[in-house]
């Protein structure tokens, strides 16, 4: 049956939240989930496969080959709560895809004994910012003003695109408790229109999320990533600018006609 997750070690909470940080618009809900993974050193505990997965496989440092693969990483707390992080190197190519995948996932949550769902996702702004806001859309009035009270605002329109929005309006279907958090990011493209991590809106979505959480993170590894990326974004303008300027003064060149 696809999809298919691969349980590499059972887990049996008395009640789970669970968090879905899928790459996306600037990595901005895959960047904080796999930095809470890293620095709390979370177990991996699943795998899940599908063919709705692009159809291309990784290759490693060591020249072996890799699927593309989502992750279920997994903290255990204080009287059998668990917290279990769903991040992951894809999100399925196509709508069917998508929807099977956060079925799959969802089922096995509640078989689990979810409580919460909790996903990350962008907000692409072009308003100026030294610090991103963190938005968001709940399945609650109780919970949207939990997140109000942490200085979460709340959308009053707008779409969520992806797995990353789509499991919380399927959690509100499965009656399951849920809030997507969106932070801002300016969307920064490569000159091919690619899109680029964002590491800057990190510090932001962990505030919200790890007192959602109650969870404690070292930050200043974050600082240091920001600071790199902050370099490498005044490169890219500096060899942007460059660019742009040797094709200005090309243009204003004479032709000639022979």
Known sequence: MDPEIKILKSINPAELVLVCGLPGMAYVGKIPVD??????????????????????????????????????????????????????????????????????????????????????????????????????????????????????????????????????????????EGICLLTETHGYQTPTGEYVMDPRTAPATLNVLTKLLNLKVDMEPMEKRITQMDEAFAKMAEFDRRVREEIQQTSKKPSYVT
């Open 35 to 176: 930095y809470i993974i890293q620095q709390l050193k979370a177990e991996l505990v699943g795998e899940v496969y599908s063919k709705h997965f692009p159809p291309y496989v990784l290759i490693n440092k060591d020249g072996l080959v890799e699927l593309l693969r989502n992750e279920i990483h997994c903290l255990e707390g204080d009287s059998g709560r668990f917290i279990v992080f769903l991040s992951g190197n894809a999100q399925a190519f196509s709508p069917e895809g998508q929807y099977e995948m956060v079925e799959k996932v969802l089922d096995w949550a509640i078989e689990k004994k979810v409580k919460r769902v909790i996903s990350i996702a962008a907000l692409v702004t072009d308003r100026p910012f030294e610090s991103p806001s963190v938005y968001c859309s709940t399945t609650s009035v109780s919970l949207l003003e939990e997140a109000k009270e942490l200085g979460v605002q709340p959308l009053d329109q707008g779409i969520i695109g992806g797995e990353n929005g789509l499991i919380i309006g399927l959690a509100r279907k499965k009656n399951i």
